[in-house]
């Protein structure tokens, strides 16, 4: 059964530095996307960007470049979602999902992250 | 960046109602676009992929068309369980953006 198992809800500081997991279990880790998505208390799906854990070729949205890095490590099958500096706004659940290798939709998702930022 | 408007994005409607939504893309996608559904407090899930294809276990009053701009997703005969937020998403070109939404809601 192919399950994506994402890290526990976190509470943070403005300013602080933060990395969140998603970890992929009952398929090939490495030949299949895994992509973030954010979603902003009470709003839509926002993608922010895809990562091949094969050799971590990794494409952002516009809106995410530079704001969040996206890495994975294939060996434990995990990928990360992280920030430098978090801010209030960065207030969300954000969800990993891996992507499909025929049509490119997410077919399996992770249960969400949420995470707080505030002072 | 392909920007995908979805309408209505609120609707309500009985138990039993057919209901129809619309995705149109800012540019031609081909059939790159998937249908999610997502309950309060959930996880998205994926009903339709490639604008038309059911995905594995998903109730047949489930079905979606269209290609290139303008795409539907209809739900035959909505049932207590269909009501949530409905998400269309093109796969077409990088990013890979979202519909705003359709909340459907129990009248």
């Known amino acids: 059964e192919v399950q994506l198992v994402q890290s526990g809800a976190e509470v943070k500081k403005p300013g602080e530095s933060l990395k969140i997991s998603c970890k992929g279990s009952g398929y090939s880790f490495s030949t299949n996307w895994i992509g973030w998505v954010r979603q902003m208390p009470g709003k839509g799906l926002e993608w922010m960007g895809i990562?091949?854990?094969?050799?971590?070729?990794?494409r952002y949205s516009p809106s995410f470049q530079g704001q969040v890095t996206i890495s994975a490590d294939k060996s434990i099958s995990t990928a990360y979602l992280q920030w430098s500096s978090l801010k209030a706004s960065d207030t969300a659940i954000y969800y990993c999902?891996?992507?499909?290798?025929?049509?490119?939709?997410?077919?399996?998702w992770g249960q969400g992250t949420l995470v707080t930022v505030s002072s | 960046d392909i920007q995908l408007t979805q309408s209505p994005s609120f609707l309500s409607a009985y138990v039993g109602d057919r209901l129809t939504i619309t995705c149109r893309a800012s540019?031609?996608?081909?059939?790159?676009l998937a249908w999610y559904q997502q309950k309060p407090g959930k996880a998205p899930k994926l009903l339709i992929y490639a604008a038309s294809t059911l995905q594995s276990e998903v109730p047949s009053r489930f079905s979606g068309s269209g290609s290139g701009t303008e795409f539907t997703l209809t739900i035959s005969s909505l049932q207590p369980e269909d009501f949530a937020t409905y998400y269309c998403q093109q796969l077409n070109s990088y990013p890979l953006t979202f519909g705003g939404g359709t909340k459907v809601e129990i009248k």
């Open positions: 999902a891996r992507q499909s290798n025929w049509a490119y939709d997410f077919d399996y």
């Open positions: 540019q031609g996608i081909s059939s790159h």
């Open positions: 990562i091949y854990p094969g050799d971590s070729d990794t």
